[in-house]
């Protein structure tokens, strides 16, 4: 089932060419609403996409759709060559390599920061059973220890994630996610929240991440986005309105009217609503 | 700030000495003390009061799985009576089928289904004139029972309070079939006026001890296979489920499995619960499965502390205790007394007895102990669908 990304894991080059997530015709519609309509979108290996787009323009369902969290009434989405994506639960598709951190931090409160990356390792299973009997191998208990590095939390590896600061749990659940070890990252609004330092920070994790992992990023700091950015994606009611480098998409005057233009209606409407 | 986990493995050493201690008192202690001493001395144990405890302790059982499922995983089931029900029936009517022509009619079936005029054993009763089919059975119906019941609702995702009250919807329909004369259980009156079980008889209270001595070490398996859950990687997803399920689900495991493998697991000890409770009891009726015993039993886990395996055990037995104290002294004052204890511990001590005890403890006690959830039940994940 998760054969199609693996074997051809160590071969980055034979799917070098093409695009590791292929949007398709994709629409999603929440009892009337079209969070998101006829949407096309392609990321290719190893790039790092950013996506922004004036709130309700279906970033997050983007996200959604592509971990199986929504499921669309049309469209395709295929990951990798030809791994369909559709018929995947959210649990099946982790499995497969799509990993994705959320917005508000979710870690394992109750658990301590070791525990809490114990359990994203990516394993061959996560079967109760399987889980059952499992025994830390030393391969995994290094990996998690350069996990720790990296996410700055050598020292807190016994605190209980739940006592952890905000920016803390966001670091923590990016290494979470980091430990599946996935071929694409989700990454929704990661430095909300956070000190200037630890923007800084984060920026700097995500890109250099992104030479051995595709990411997408949704954000609304524009200030991080041109930190990290490389093609920029903007989402406009449902689908995209450009695309292009984050120079190009400032300048864009349609850009400039749907989040200029927004505000001053919200302004205005504000008493209405 | 307490840096130790739920599964933190401080104190290991001390847990490990009480579990020994404990188990020296229950397995030998107590017996000895109902059989060496003459009845007139102060150290004696009677017959009745082993009795009792045998039945507290058959009750600690059922509340390890009740803890495992809601203490540790979130999950609050209101429908363990009916899962303690079917463990409980299961061996009340193998002990029915042997009493044989002992019986007021004296015919070979059951008192009630003569008065019934049923004049032929049920088919579904046959298989249970094994006893040891019987014993199967009591651990086997409530497992399957569970399993086809949380598959249906841990695949839709129904959570949090929807699950808590489809369980209770679950606990009441079961006690309306088993009211029903048509059943073909005995209706309301249940079953009763047991003689023997596995050949021995009932009343003598050799049995009855070694019922007691059996409950014990069943007791103690129930702990140790709860404790060995709780420490392995399944339990740690179990907590994480309770912490953040979408998370987990995220992480590549799957929730409902996970969900409806503690159910299943919960249901069993339920079941081998009510196995052992019903020949030291003597009887088990509808009343005692239905909506309002299932919610005391949540009740004993709150009390003695949820997500501490020790509490549960505390809590089954010290609310059984206090109910067989205070109805002997003051029957009519036991509802409010429940009812009072309840909102107490919702109100003032969260974490029940075992939390409390931390809490004054202080930071000894919490080394001790060294296997609680630290975060009140309130706060994890609210009910929704």
Redesign the interface.
Known sequence: MNGTIQDEEPAHVATERGSIIYLEGVTVDFDGFKALRDLNFIVNYHELRVVIGPNGAGKTTLLDVI?GKAKPQSGRVIFGRDQDLLPL???QI??LGI??K?QTP???????VW?NL???V?RAS???FA????KATRQETERIESGLVTIGLKDKR???A??LSHGEKQWL?IG?VLL?DPALLLVDEPVAGMTDQETEQTGQLLLSLADKHSIIVIEHDMEFVRQIARTVTVLHEGTVLCEGPVEKIQSDPRVMEIYLGRKKDKKEDAPAR | MKEESINGDSGMRGEGFSFWLVGFVLLIVLPLLNVLPGTDSPLHVSDFTLNLFGKFLAFAILALGLDLIWGYTGILSLGHGVFFGLGAYAIGMHMMLSIGTESVYGSALPDFMVWNQVKELPLFWKPFSSAWLSVAAAILVPTIFAAIFGFLAFRSRIKGVYFSIITQALALSAWLVFNRNETNLGGTNGLTDFKTFFGFRLSEPGTQRTLYVVTVFFLGGAYLLCRWIIKSRTGKVLVAIRDSEQRVLFSGYSPANYKLFVFVVSAALAGLAGALYVPQVGIITPAQIGVLPSIEMVIWVAVGGRGTLVGAVLGAVGVNLGRSILTNHFPELWPFFLGGLFIAVVLFFPDGCVGLLRKLGGGWSSRKAGEGLDKPLATSEPGSR
């Open positions: 971990s639960r959210e649990n982790a499995a990993g994705r959320f979710s870690v394992f409160g109750n658990l301590t525990e114990e359990l994203s990516k996560k079967g109760v889980t059952l009997w499992a016994g605190s209980r739940g006592a659940e979470m599946q």
